[in-house]
């Protein structure tokens, strides 16, 4: 009876020990899951900064690209924008030259048409009388001097009637013809100075206009004379002069006859 109780005692005392331990044990553990717990706290603080740090930081660099991109959307469209004026100034120039190639081959066919049909007046002549061409400005119609006046006089021969008269059929034609009578001296009038040369040229284109005028008086404005000066007047005698018939039209350009 005596060994019952005292095993029961021992089995009490047995349990109660292992009470305890357990309790020490559960203890035990429970302060490290609380410390685990802390350190958890802890990172996921950490965690939760550097997620917030780091969405931040994404959104700067979201605003700095949108930025970044804007102005070079905003270049691109300025370069575009250059390069679109550009061609167009091109073809402004280009609608330009073609509309001025146009008006000057319009005006290249004018001037060739005019100086064809003051020519075609003077096609009787043979080339020791008469010649012809253009000086980009005017149609001029060369005659030989020696045909024109009498001998060294300043009186006109028949020729330079008949010329005269040609010449007035034109501007009576064309009234946007004007006519500069020019003169160079006979090869066979002897010179001493340019002064002489001039005076002599001057007469005798005179007397040409003035013929001209005197049977066409309504041309009168539209005539006028003038006198030619070779360079070296030692080299008369070796050289063949003509009277000049010069035509100028208002409404022609300077394009030369070729």
């Not at 969405?55 to 370069?79: G, M, V, Y």
């Amino acid at each position: 009876m005596l060994l019952l109780q005292v095993m029961k005692r021992n089995v009490l005392l047995v349990t109660m020990s292992l009470s305890m331990l357990w309790g020490c044990v559960s203890k035990s553990k429970f302060t490290r899951s609380q410390t685990e717990v802390s350190r958890l706290k802890s990172d996921s603080t950490l965690l939760e900064k550097r997620i917030t740090q780091y969405q931040n930081e994404n959104a700067h660099l979201q605003t700095l690209s949108a930025t970044i991109e804007q102005s070079l959307n905003d270049r691109l469209q300025e370069k575009e924008d250059s390069i679109t004026f550009k061609e167009k100034l091109l073809k402004d120039r280009e609608y330009s030259l073609r509309d001025m190639k146009a008006r000057k081959e319009e005006e290249q066919e004018a001037f060739y048409s005019l100086s064809r049909k003051i020519f075609a007046a003077f096609t009787d002549y043979d080339a020791s009388t008469l010649t012809t061409k253009t000086n980009c400005t005017q149609a001029v119609v060369m005659v030989n001097d020696k045909k024109m006046f009498v001998g060294s006089s300043l009186k006109p021969e028949y020729l330079a009637t008949e010329i005269n008269n040609k010449a007035a059929g034109l501007l009576e034609k064309h009234p946007d013809l004007l006519l500069t009578i020019v003169c160079y001296v006979d090869s066979s009038i002897q010179i001493l100075t340019k002064e002489d040369l001039w005076n002599i040229g001057a007469l005798r284109a005179n007397s040409l206009s003035k013929l001209l005028v005197s049977n066409h008086k309504n041309l009168a404005l539209r005539v006028k004379s003038a006198t030619g000066i070779p360079n070296n007047s030692q080299t008369l005698k070796n050289q063949a002069y003509y009277t000049e018939y010069l035509f100028v039209s208002s409404l022609t350009p300077c394009i030369p006859i070729k």
